[in-house]
């Protein structure tokens, strides 16, 4: 199980951080992405973390958010900074499984609203 | 990037009914393609990975098909909680979604 928060309303150039928290599983051995959603944009993949650290971004976020994961809480988060309109969406974190390679469990979602 | 156009927009069928979803690539994915169900106010849910292999607990009635750039997911006899959007999704390179398909009761 995942269960992601942190969202919010946040004025444009702010900071925000969401939390996803796992279940039943060890993140540190499973590859860790967070995905926004937008009516106008559709699924977008933001960021993943590997089971050995690396981490990746798409370009649109790079150099203002910062992924990561903390192994004794079994815990992934995304520090989103100088946030822009763009930037509001609904954003799911989800696990690739082991196996298949595919995201097969993901968070409800958390919403985080850029706007002044 | 890899782009996923999916076709139709909308699609208008009764229960009962078979429904095929069309997912064409930009550029060869080989087989690294899966198919996603979304329901109002719901995660994406893995219902096909690898093209044509079902996901842990998805029912026979979904089957994917295809290889290379054209893909299809298959319904074959509609039940009335499948109707929902659904996406597709290439990881052969920084994964992609489609725009989706959303499969609305006729």
């Known amino acids: 199980q995942l269960v992601d928060s942190g969202g919010g309303l946040v004025r444009p150039g702010g900071s925000l951080r969401l939390s996803c928290a796992a279940s039943g599983f060890t993140v540190s051995s499973n590859s860790m992405s967070w995905v926004r959603q937008t009516p106008g944009r559709g699924l977008e993949w933001v960021s993943v973390?590997?089971?050995?650290?690396?981490?990746l971004y798409t370009d649109t976020v790079e150099g203002r958010f910062i992924m990561s994961r903390d192994n004794s809480k079994n815990m992934v988060y995304l520090q989103m900074n100088s946030l822009r309109d763009e930037d509001t969406a609904v954003y799911f974190c989800?696990?690739?499984?082991?196996?298949?390679?595919?995201?097969?469990?993901w968070g409800q979602g958390t919403l985080v609203t850029v706007s002044s | 990037e890899i782009v996923l156009t999916q076709s139709p927009a909308t699609l208008s069928l009764s229960p009962g009914e078979r429904a095929t979803l069309s997912c064409r690539a930009s550029q060869n994915v080989a087989s690294y393609l899966a198919w996603y169900q979304q329901r109002p106010g719901q995660p994406p849910r893995l219902l096909i990975y690898d093209a044509s292999s079902r996901a842990t607990g998805i029912p026979a009635r979904f089957s994917g098909s295809g290889s290379g750039a054209d893909f299809t997911l298959t319904i074959s006899s509609l039940e009335p909680e499948d109707f929902a959007v659904y996406y597709c999704l290439q990881r052969l390179l920084w994964p992609t979604f489609g725009q989706g398909t959303r499969l609305e009761i006729k």
């Open positions: 989800a696990r690739r499984d082991i196996l298949t390679e595919y995201y097969d469990y």
């Open positions: 973390i590997h089971s050995g650290g690396n981490i």
